[in-house]
């Protein structure tokens, strides 16, 4: 559960305002799209909710943890119950695809034969399979965000929060990673996905938070093109 | 941290080496060059203090026995100068030895001239070693109390050059063996910084992933201790073989030292063991600790 109660913040170095007073909660389970323009906040939020950086005002929790009381030394803990999918996939150029999933395995100290099957397993979802000895620069921008998918996956996180997941890839492939992150919330995990694709927004509907010069200006569920066809 | 993930961190920080081999050659050259440079001006300090204390062990005092002083006496006056503390060793130069070392010293026609004097006019002397060059003149003083002490000859004078050449050059070798030292750490530490700095994003990576520091660090710190290990030995034998290089010319093809009364340079054998573990030693520290730092900088995320 991700819940922000009064948050603001403001940036130290600009003075910019970049959300203000913003209360929002999205519950276990849930599937949410963030909307809104470049400079609305949104990367903000997805910061605020990995700890990258700290409310001015307010109080974030995220899975149980209160971030303004968590201590640097626990953010790994907190981090390590989040999915991320970024833009750029970031996936470590000097690992195989197998390796950079296997290496969120190995953060978290899980035994080699569980990591031996689970990450398999893992990458045959997202079906790459075939792929598993490739390196990132092997692939295409769809499969790199595949894989990029798969490493949020793997440990079983209870949220993910994709960050303009199909920015980089084919729009085509970008139906192909939403339906990959509805099959991922219907099997129970949470998914905050951030885009710029209204075309994407429209076409599977759900939760909608539209955000737009640090507040939250909409917050409902609409139909989905998806849904009426 | 269980025993299978620090084996696996071990074995990324293997895999880096090569993985990462620009960067690595990068940091392994510097080191390698800053490791040599440190290490010959130390050996070159260690020599030239060695050369310089030779030439103070060779510093005699000379005591001149009075003519009237019979073996007793001069027993007497030995036992004296043992007493003293500062005296090393002591060595009698009987009138005899000194009048053939005169003889020795001169040409035929010298010679020739001294064959008819009717008496040795030498005396009998003592000469001593000191332990403390730097006490010499106080030693003196004390020697010239004593009984049966004609008088004394001691180079004072030389001692005290020697004494100032020898403080000058302790402070000079520290200030470049310093400079040296910082120099070469902020060359490492800056070459280190681009190396980790090029890997930025996979250290980002791994933090939002929920990787703690330790877990990123460990690998960067077996790379950078291996680099320092592996640039530690390369400086060791380019060190052996400069300074073998040095050694033999000093002390095969001219004997100056001896000339000149000082202590022949270390040789290396004998150098071996300390150069040794001070060059892995700096190296796996410079190299583990420097590429530490410079990742430390990166986990603020």
């Known amino acids: ?83 991320v999918v970024f833009q750029d996939f970031r996936l470590i150029p000097t690992m195989t695809v197998y390796e950079n999933v296997a290496f969120v395995l190995r953060v978290i100290d899980a035994p080699a034969k569980y990591i031996r099957s689970r990450v398999p397993y893992v990458i045959s979802l997202v079906g790459l399979s075939d792929k598993a000895k490739c390196y990132p620069t092997e692939l295409s921008g769809g499969e790199q965000q595949r894989v990029a998918l798969a490493r949020a996956l793997v440990n079983d996180p209870q949220l993910i929060i994709a960050d303009e997941p199909t ?63 | ?125 003592y000469r001593l070693t000191v332990k403390d060059i730097k006490n010499m003149g106080e030693t003196t003083a004390i020697i010239e109390t004593l009984d049966n002490v004609e008088s004394t000859q001691s180079p004072t004078t030389f001692a005290d050059i020697l004494i100032n050449i020898r403080r000058i050059f302790s402070i000079v070798a520290v200030a470049v063996v310093a400079a040296l030292v910082v120099v070469s750490l902020i060359i490492i530490s800056n070459t280190t910084r681009a190396s980790v700095f090029a890997r930025r994003k996979e250290i980002n990576i791994m933090k939002y992933v929920g990787a703690t520091n330790a877990f990123i660090r460990i690998p960067f710190f077996v790379e950078g201790m291996i680099v320092g290990l592996v640039a530690a030995v390369g400086a060791l034998l380019l060190t052996k073989f400069a300074y073998e290089g040095v050694y033999n010319i000093f002390s095969d093809n001219f004997n100056i030292w001896s000339i000149l009364g000082m202590q022949k340079l270390y040789a290396f054998k004998d150098l071996l063991f300390p150069v040794s573990v001070s060059y892995l030693a700096a190296g796996a520290v410079i190299g583990a600790v420097g590429t530490s730092i410079s990742t430390g900088k990166h986990l603020k995320v």
């Open chain 1, 167 to 229: 920015g980089n890839i084919d729009p085509a492939l970008s139906y192909e990673i939403v339906e990959l992150l509805k099959g991922i919330n219907e099997c129970g995990t949470t998914i905050l996905m951030v885009t710029h694709e209204h075309d994407l927004v429209r076409y599977f509907g759900g939760r909608i938070i539209n955000i737009n010069k640090g507040s939250i200006d909409f917050d409902e569920v609409i139909g989905g093109a998806q849904n009426e066809s």
């Open chain 2, 1 to 125: 941290m269980k025993a299978s993930s620090f084996k696996y961190l071990v074995h990324q920080g293997f895999s880096g080496i090569w993985k990462n081999r620009m960067m690595t050659f990068a940091s392994f050259c510097i080191l390698l060059v800053s490791l040599l440079m440190v290490g010959l001006a130390s050996l070159t300090a260690i020599n030239l203090t060695r050369v310089i204390g030779g030439i103070e062990d060779k510093s005699e005092v000379v005591v001149i026995i009075s003519d009237d002083a019979d073996d007793k006496a001069k027993d007497e006056l030995k036992t004296h100068l043992e007493e003293i503390p500062n005296v090393n060793s002591i060595t009698m130069y009987s009138k005899e030895e000194a009048w053939d070392g005169m003889l020795d010293s001169m040409t035929d026609e010298e010679k020739e001239f001294f064959k008819y004097a009717d008496e040795n006019p030498l005396p009998d002397t």
């Open chain 1, 1 to 83: 559960m991700v819940e922000f109660k009064d948050v603001s913040v403001t940036y130290n170095s600009s003075g910019v305002d970049a959300l203000n007073k913003i209360n929002l909660k999205i519950n276990d389970g849930d599937f949410a799209f963030v909307v809104g323009p470049s400079g609305a906040g949104k990367s903000t939020l997805i910061k605020l909710v990995l700890k990258e950086i700290d409310a001015t005002e307010g109080t974030v929790m995220v899975n149980g943890f209160n971030l303004k009381k968590l201590r640097r030394s626990k953010v790994p803990a907190l981090r390590r119950t989040i999915g």
